[in-house]
Structure formats: structure tokens, C-alpha cells
């Protein structure tokens, strides 16, 4: 069974930045999808972006624009999620989650993090 592992989350200010770390047991750059997810309390949890196995990313609309930056290590399995310019309506938990294939457009992940919190203060 894949297993992730969110860190990095945290309490900061609007403005502030934040980086948020997945270690995966799958080879990122080998057929898998990955995504960063996140859901505030009472919402319906929000693809914040993916990337595939190539390094083509996908960002919502909310944070399009170079607030939030996903990368990944390879070689260590492990994904990133680098927030900047962090505002209260970024606060939510945040999970990243994998699934097998090179497009991840409308994708249905399958293996999820337990999820990271981030509370973004006014």
C-alpha cells in the first residue's frame, strides 16, 4: 500500500510562507500522479495542484500566479508544496495524495496523506 506523510504545516501570518513536505513511497517520476489537496472546515476539499510524473504541473485558480510552488525530489520521493503571500483563506489542512498514471488532468487519486494543518492569522 503507498504511504505519504505530510509535514511542514504550522500557524503563521498573512504574508507569511510556509513549506509543506510529503514523503511518498512511490518513485514520483515513474508513472504517479501527485497532488496537493486542501479542505477548510465546513468546505469541500480543493485541488490545490498536481504534478505529473514529467514535472508538468496544474494549479487551481486560486493559487495560480507564484504564491504557491510545487517540486518534487525524485530521488528521495518526496513532495513539496512552497506557499508564499499566505493569506486566511489559505488556512485549511492540507494533503498531498498519489495515483498511478502521466496525466493528471481529472484525475481520481487513490492513496492519501493523514494531512497537515496550516492556519494562516490576520
Known amino acids: 500500500r503507498v504511504q505519504l506523510m505530510e509535514s511542514g504545516g504550522g500557524s503563521v501570518q498573512a504574508g507569511g510562507s510556509l513549506k509543506l513536505s510529503c514523503e511518498t513511497s512511490?518513485?514520483?517520476?515513474?508513472?504517479?500522479?501527485a497532488a496537493w489537496f486542501r479542505q477548510a472546515p465546513g468546505e469541500e476539499r480543493e485541488e490545490v495542484v498536481s504534478?505529473?510524473?514529467?514535472?508538468?504541473?496544474?494549479y487551481s485558480d486560486s493559487v495560480r500566479g507564484g504564491r504557491f510552488i510545487v517540486s518534487k525530489n525524485n530521488a528521495r520521493n518526496v513532495l513539496y508544496l512552497q506557499m508564499s503571500s499566505l493569506r486566511p483563506d489559505d488556512s485549511g489542512t492540507y494533503y498531498c495524495?498519489?495515483?498511478?498514471?502521466?496525466?493528471?488532468?481529472?484525475?481520481?487519486?487513490?492513496?492519501w496523506g493523514p494531512g497537515t494543518q496550516v492556519t494562516v492569522s490576520s
Open positions: 495524495a498519489t495515483a498511478p498514471g502521466w496525466d493528471c488532468r481529472q484525475k481520481t487519486f487513490d492513496d
Open positions: 512511490v518513485n514520483l517520476d515513474r508513472g504517479y500522479c
Open positions: 504534478i505529473d510524473p514529467i514535472g508538468r504541473t496544474r
